[in-house]
């Protein structure tokens, strides 16, 4: 049986997986909507993979990374539990080894990555506000009544786009609804919204950051053609788009799990398993903490969430 390793990348709004062999070939992968649920985002993912294996690979080590990277760790048995700034890079070096640039944006937030021979050297995320965002985009999509796959090829016949300011959700949405009343067409409001996520994205994510090539795009929104072409218009060089681009923080936490000494072989079969979460009070000290308890078919797991060894006492 050959060896293969699991990545999990669990975000707020998209759940991804991803099985690669030993030369980091992915050999069956999975994006599917976290529907604010993980856990059974998790389960229908690996489901969805495990169809596409042949039978000849042993998953021997698995990896989480993402919002809920602790919570579906602790449930898969995961060896790794790594943060998405590193999933990302090693992601991308898997693919580009010279990248040093990547630029993401998710579903809700979005973040830079500098990199300098192999290694992470700044980095800055924006988490406050969905301005920007693939969210934000799906927003305005169904604001103007176009199905969000159609954006990117409306955007592209546009010879004027709108000006739209996009530093807030508010302030586009109120903006994108006075440029339609006062006669722009919904290819120039679509174009100006692809270009004011690109602004919004330079000139706070990416403030004060030195942007250098190779630069990598990736998470959902650079499947967006419009925006890909507004990065390289305002960067004035080439950003590289790969086709599993939105896999890249699975793909490295699969890679950082291939890395381990240590096996733990996965089982896919989990569908009947049931997994559950519970949030107690802690009352053995003033900080009345909220320990997070994850049980397994009814068996605890892992606890968290204390800020002092009293907090764990009388948790079953």
């Known amino acids: 049986m050959k060896k293969a390793y699991l990545g999990i990348d669990i975000g707020s709004i998209s759940t991804k997986g991803v099985v690669i062999d030993e030369n980091n070939n992915i050999l069956a992968d999975s994006y599917l909507w976290t529907m604010g649920n993980p856990i059974e985002a998790v389960k229908n993912v690996l489901n969805e993979m495990a169809s596409q294996l042949d039978g000849s690979y042993s998953v021997v080590n698995t990896g989480t990374t993402g919002s809920a990277r ?176 939105h896999l890249m923080g699975a793909l490295g936490v699969a890679v950082l799990a291939k890395g381990e000494k240590e096996e733990t072989p996965f089982d896919f079969n989990i569908s009947d398993v049931k997994f559950e979460t519970r949030g107690v009070e802690c009352t053995n000290c003033p900080n009345n903490c909220e320990i997070i308890c994850v049980y397994k078919n009814n068996e605890l797991l892992d606890a968290w969430g204390n800020k002092c060894e009293k907090g764990l006492v009388g948790i079953k």
């Open 70 to 245: 602790k919570l579906v760790g602790v449930a898969l048995g995961a060896r790794v539990i790594k943060n998405e700034i590193t999933a990302h890079a090693v992601g991308t070096l898997s693919i580009v080894p010279d990248v040093k640039t990547i630029l993401e944006i998710g579903g809700q937030d979005s973040k830079i990555i500098l990199i300098n021979n192999g290694v992470v050297i700044d980095y800055a995320m924006n988490t406050i506000c969905a301005a920007g965002t693939g969210s934000f985009l799906s927003s305005q999509a169904r604001r103007l009544d176009l199905e969000l796959e159609d954006f990117a090829g409306l955007a592209l016949t546009s010879n004027n786009p709108a000006k739209i300011a996009a530093r807030c959700t508010v302030f586009a949405e109120s903006d994108l609804v006075h440029k339609a009343q006062i006669g722009y067409s919904k290819a120039d409001i679509v174009a100006g919204l692809c270009r004011a996520i690109v602004l919004n994205y330079l000139n706070n994510v990416g403030k004060g950051k030195q942007i250098k090539a190779p630069v990598v795009f990736q998470g959902g929104v650079s499947k967006n053609a419009a925006v890909v072409k507004e990065f390289e218009k305002e960067l004035q060089m080439p950003v590289y788009v790969d086709p599993k681009g």
